[in-house]
């Protein structure tokens, strides 16, 4: 196999990946999102002296799993425009 099929494989497998991370941590952290949510909503329903407690939580929790899809968008930004894949493709042309 030559160095432009390689280079092209790697890419190609590499935009799948990228695709894998957004979409599935995209829909982990909504479905993660949209459970805490009904869980604070049905709390609140149950004892509404509750609700500044539980409100501090979720919105604390809503920030760590927007950061934990954020840092998924990163590890893919990184594959996209810099990856350190490619870099095999060029030791096997030497």
């Known amino acids: 196999m030559d160095n432009l099929q390689l280079?092209?494989?790697i890419q190609a497998y590499t935009g799948v990946g990228i695709g894998l991370i957004i979409?599935?941590?995209a829909a982990g952290a909504c479905i993660g999102i949209g459970i805490m949510c009904a869980s604070f909503l049905e709390g609140a329903?149950?004892?509404p002296?509750?609700?500044p407690q539980l409100?501090?939580?979720v919105f604390l929790l809503l920030?760590?799993?927007d950061a934990s899809?954020?840092?998924g968008v990163g590890l893919a930004m990184m594959f996209a425009f810099a990856n350190p894949l490619l870099s095999a493709v060029t030791v096997?042309?030497?």
Do not use: H, S
Request: glycine share 16%; proline share 0%; no cysteine.
């Open 69 to 71: 899809f954020i840092i």
């Open 92 to 94: 096997v042309a030497k």
């Open 7 to 9: 280079f092209a494989m």
């Open 63 to 65: 920030g760590l799993i």
């Open 45 to 47: 329903a149950r004892q």
């Open 55 to 57: 409100q501090g939580k």
């Open 23 to 25: 979409g599935l941590g």
């Open 49 to 51: 002296e509750m609700i």
